[in-house]
């Protein structure tokens, strides 16, 4: 079944330090999501791509970067981890280019703590 | 601005009871509306969506419901409530981003069941 991952489930990391969040989705779709979600906010997007090598900035896209390189990864940088970005980061993924009609399916999540 | 609110942190149903969750979002034109639930320590799952045409829409689980273009409103419901529905419930709205859309969410309404 075709399904969408993230790795790792769990990560604790210090302040100033490098850390990537991989996503991967089987689905073939064109479109992928990185959201956080923090209590009482929902969740916010981060960023988004809909296609190899196509990327774009959302809601709080400062100090985190992405990049598709292929159809099925959208790893997510944080190139300086900060404790404003201890959260829970949702992968999601798409099948058409700016269609709100498509369903949005998830990842598990990846709880970072940033210390 | 586009805006989602879900006046309900929390709520507490017994089981067997009647449920409605609410949802009033702002957005100027006619909007496309979700509700994705998020069991402990999983993803989001889609339930139901809004985009045009009758407004009582039919979701998985038994779950429905009405868009109230008069009142802004999205409410979820369901007649009968099982242990099982014990989640988060998230309301979204599609908004334009660019020249294509995203998602916005509200804060969420966590559903808990009294046995």
């Known amino acids: 079944d075709a399904e969408i991952t993230q790795s790792p489930r769990h990560k604790i990391t210090e302040t100033g330090r490098q850390v990537t969040l991989a996503c991967h989705q089987t689905?073939?779709?064109?479109?992928m999501f990185w959201y956080r979600q923090d209590l009482g906010h929902g969740l916010r997007l981060i960023h988004y791509s809909y296609g190899v090598q196509d990327t774009n900035k959302g809601e709080v896209s400062d100090g985190y970067s992405v990049s598709r390189s292929n159809t099925e990864d959208l790893p997510l940088t944080l190139e300086s981890a900060a404790s404003s970005q201890t959260s829970v980061y949702f992968c999601?993924?798409?099948?058409?280019?700016?269609?709100?009609?498509?369903?949005?399916?998830f990842g598990p999540g990846t709880r970072l703590t940033v210390l | 601005a586009q805006s989602v609110t879900q006046p309900d942190i929390h709520i507490t149903v017994s089981e067997g009871a009647s449920l409605e969750l609410r949802c009033n979002y702002s957005y100027g034109a006619t909007p496309y509306l979700f509700w994705y639930v998020q069991s402990p320590g999983q993803g989001l799952q889609l339930l139901l969506k809004y985009f045009s045409g009758d407004t009582l829409v039919q979701g998985i689980k038994g779950f429905e419901a009405e868009f109230k273009r008069s009142q802004s409103s999205f409410n979820l419901r369901k007649p009968s409530v099982h242990w099982s529905d014990a989640a988060e419930y998230f309301c979204?709205?599609?908004?334009?981003?660019?020249?294509?859309?995203?998602?916005?969410w509200g804060a969420g309404t966590k559903l808990i069941i009294k046995p």
């Open positions: 979204a709205v599609g908004a334009p981003m660019d020249s294509n859309y995203q998602l916005i």
């Open positions: 689905w073939n779709h064109n479109n």
């Open positions: 999601a993924s798409s099948e058409s280019h700016g269609q709100l009609t498509d369903t949005q399916y």
